[in-house]
């Protein structure tokens, strides 16, 4: 594929799948605001997970590796934001539709453009669900810069409209931000109540999804994990939750969004602030969990149609 260099090291060590789940490293860093490094990241998690162990939380009947495609890297012009946010959605563009994307960032600006070419392949973006440690929804940040990774969502609302927009396991945020946020169509859930809510509390408040329709985008900023767990990360925020609250979330979320699911983002890890690649696992096991829950929540779609 023009613009993207297929992998050294594939993820997992794994030759190319079937081709269902397809993985590109996006490594962007042009708006960083404090710890410099989540370019790194597909690089890093492709020489680390073919020593991990590739099993997913729970066994679902699916073997989520022979479905998996590792497509490489798109090829970036460092520093250059505009260039490089026009070309991952041109690559993305041409992706959509071909199975389920998962974009391995990468600074969070990229889910930006991975929404512009959603709303370009399918005319419109269902459902924006980012699990994140802030809001990323400032008018600025820093100061005078409108485009960034603590902007981008803002500007995502703003130009492509979801029709529902969900973040889960902020703490770090302006009470503009909040406000801006409240007055969307949006479910919010703190870091603090995503980790007292209930399994049926939260399906209960996730059952909104049922009632939009088009493609929907999952985002996963890695900060959303406390830094006791993920210290991989360029902006850690204190107060954050752990895996299997996460992983909670996500198996309640699956099997209302992975019909329409249509593009995953993990960004964030940053290699060069990581400890003993204790981030690394920890986003290799999220991979393997995502694919793995991808593939039984289509089923249970279909089972229950």
Known sequence: MLHVHEPVNPMFGVSKGNGRIMMLGVPMEDTLSFKPGTRFAPMVLRQVTPYLEAT??????????????????????????????????????ELLGKGLL???????????????AIRDKFNELGVFIQFDAHLDLRGEWPMGQGLSHATFARILNNEVKPSLYVNLGFRGFDEEELSYARGLNSVLLDSVELSAVSYTQLRDLLRIINDTHGPIHLSIDIDVFDPSVAPGVGNPEAG?????????????????IAERLVAIDIVEYSPPNDVSNITASLVAKLIVDLMNLYLWGINCRRVRS
């Open 240 to 256: 954050g939750v752990g895996y299997m609250t996460i992983y909670k979330a996500l198996e309640v979320a699956m099997p209302l």
């Open 102 to 116: 998962i974009n391995i960032g990468g600074e969070h600006t990229i889910s930006l453009a991975v929404a512009r």
């Open 56 to 93: 997913p939380t729970e066994w679902l009947g699916y073997e989520p590796l022979s479905e998996l495609n590792d497509l490489g890297d798109v090829s970036l012009h460092q520093g250059d934001v505009e260039f490089n946010l026009s070309r991952i959605r041109s690559i993305t563009s």
